[in-house]
């Protein structure tokens, strides 16, 4: 048997894949408004496994595949016995064995390599210290419904080189966009990622600059899951990049911007601009479950 697609990351697309998942995910969005019934999937299980808390991924997932005619189990992973040290392929194997597809956000990106590895099932990447790429989607769906397209566009990311800034690197690459990430000196994102992906990501210090003809700008909380301790030093050095009103009106005229939430007002982003009649922040949540749904119809296929 060939082994099945996972997403671990991005770059488990092409980008014409990427691309037809953002299609789909409009038109699935369409259906559910309209009240158009489009569950392929009857009897289909989604497990998902979690080491760390959730609301949008968990509830998107959750929503999704009865959607879609299927359902999910949620496992927390302390109350499996990967908790108490099942090695992860052969929770991997037994899982697979009885569902259709699995979903793990989890701390170490190796975990999920090792997990799909020993899957005969498609793995999503539900995030993890290096990389978010289901957020990708929906962010991306989100700009494709607002300005269509964003080839040859200017992304700006503000503050924490982290694992969704990595899922923007990938998607400027699949995509065909600019990057320019602006973060304090420290906080940058993996190195070998932005030197393999050079001719799109830029590092620009000064917020201002970075910002200058931006045509959508994303910040994330200062401190991810697992580097709560670090809090106060981050908010310290990152109190610059702050994505703000005064921020927004050095970009390009129109430009959006987007946070994959959950938001920290007046830490990465003003409590002006959370609140702002105008924001696209809530499509981007709402368009985790169209997006998510898209993803699995091409997993399963
Ligand atoms: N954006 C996101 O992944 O949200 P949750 O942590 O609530 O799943
Ligand atoms: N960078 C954040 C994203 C949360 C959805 C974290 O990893 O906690």
């Known amino acids: 048997m060939s082994s099945p697609r996972h997403l671990l990351t991005l770059a488990d697309l092409t980008g014409d894949e990427f691309r037809r998942i953002i299609t789909r995910a409009i038109e699935l969005k369409a259906l559910q408004r309209e009240g158009t019934a489009h569950a392929r999937y009857p009897g289909k299980v989604l497990a998902m496994v979690f080491a760390k808390a959730s609301t949008r991924t968990r509830v998107s997932f959750e929503v999704g595949m009865r959607q879609l005619g299927g359902s999910a189990l949620f496992l927390s992973a302390a109350d499996t016995q990967l908790g108490r040290g099942e090695p992860i392929e052969d929770t991997a194997r037994v899982l697979s064995s009885m569902v259709d597809l699995v979903m793990i956000r989890t701390h170490e990106h190796a975990s999920v390599e090792r997990f799909a590895e020993a899957s005969s099932v498609p793995v999503i990447n539900g995030l993890t210290d290096d ?25 700006v990311w503000l503050g924490d080189g982290n694992n969704m800034c990595h899922s923007y690197i990938n998607a400027a690459r699949l995509l065909d966009f600019e990057l320019v990430v602006a973060c304090p000196s420290g906080y940058e994102p993996d190195a070998a990622l932005v030197e393999a992906n050079s001719d799109r990501v830029t590092i620009i210090s000064n917020p201002e600059e970075a910002v200058r003809d931006a045509d959508l700008l994303v910040t994330d909380v200062w401190a991810s899951m697992g580097q709560e301790e670090e809090h106060r030093a981050r908010s310290v050095a990152m109190a610059p990049y702050q994505l703000n009103r005064p921020l927004l009106e050095k970009a390009a005229p129109g430009a959006l911007y987007m946070h994959c939430l959950p938001a920290h007002r007046d830490e990465e982003i003003s409590t002006e601009l959370m609140a702002s009649a105008d924001t696209v922040i809530w499509d981007e949540a709402e368009n985790r479950l169209h997006a998510q749904k898209a993803l699995i119809e091409f997993l399963l296929g």
């Open 131 to 155: 990389f978010h790429p289901c957020q990708l989607l929906a962010d991306m769906q989100t700009w494709f419904e607002h300005r269509g397209d964003i080839r040859g566009r200017r992304v």
